[in-house]
């Protein structure tokens, strides 16, 4: 894996704009332009591709370390000059404080199945004698395990095209059709409302007297 694939896998995994990037290089010490950024993340074939060098990669994962596990007191450590596959994973694993038993679920995630002895070799000094090469077989597959598991999703840009023979969504109906409506007493009350109250006409009752009735 070349140092442009790995910046690519990164800024695809985590769906990083080209302001997060120059913000990434900024947090360890690096100012960087848009130009530069689009340069390094063109294909190999692009006329305008730039290869990323070890200490520009150094940089950006040292930014990214910075932004998820913040910066530490003091100065900010210089970035190596040569780096391997060995040092990208421990600067991930940092990043992302990964223990063991975390790698180990992303690489069977991603295929790869490993135990954690096995793994620890990967972390250990060139000079010791269980120290062993990271291929960029197994750094892919680890790249690919921390897809799977942090991979943010791009933003609907356009709206989804119609599938064949999908019904039409139902209009909802028009608001001039009549319908029985409740009175309009019964929903409000105007207490300014002067009305004119008209007298009830009042009902003639007849008054008879016993002596009408059965006479006298």
């Known amino acids: 894996m070349t140092n442009n694939d790995i910046l690519r896998r990164i800024r695809y995994t985590f769906n990083f704009n080209d302001q997060k990037m120059i913000s990434l290089f900024a947090l360890a010490e690096l100012n960087v332009s848009r130009e530069q950024v689009s340069s390094w993340l063109k294909k190999d074939e692009d006329p305008d591709h730039v290869n990323c060098t070890d200490t520009t990669l150094a940089v950006f994962l040292n930014g990214l370390i910075n932004d998820k596990r913040g910066k530490n007191d003091g100065p900010q450590k210089a970035p190596e000059k040569r780096i391997n596959n060995n040092i990208i994973l421990t600067k ?17 995630n991603a295929g790869l199945r490993m135990s954690k002895s096995e793994l620890s070799a990967f972390f250990r000094k060139p000079d010791h004698k269980h120290y062993k090469l990271c291929k960029d077989q197994f750094l892919r597959n680890f790249i690919q395990g921390l897809d799977q598991k942090y991979h943010v999703n791009r933003p609907e840009k356009y709206k989804t095209k119609k599938v064949a023979n999908e019904p039409e969504p139902q209009e909802l109906p028009d608001k ?35 002596k009408d009735i059965w006479g006298e």
């Open 92 to 108: 991930l694993k940092i990043a992302f404080n990964l223990k063991a038993e975390d790698i180990v679920d992303l690489l069977q």
């Open 176 to 210: 001039t059709y009549k319908t029985a409506k409740p009175k309009a007493s019964k929903i409000y009350v105007n207490p300014n409302k002067k009305e004119d109250v008209k007298a009830k006409p009042t009902r003639k009752v007849l008054k008879l007297k016993p």
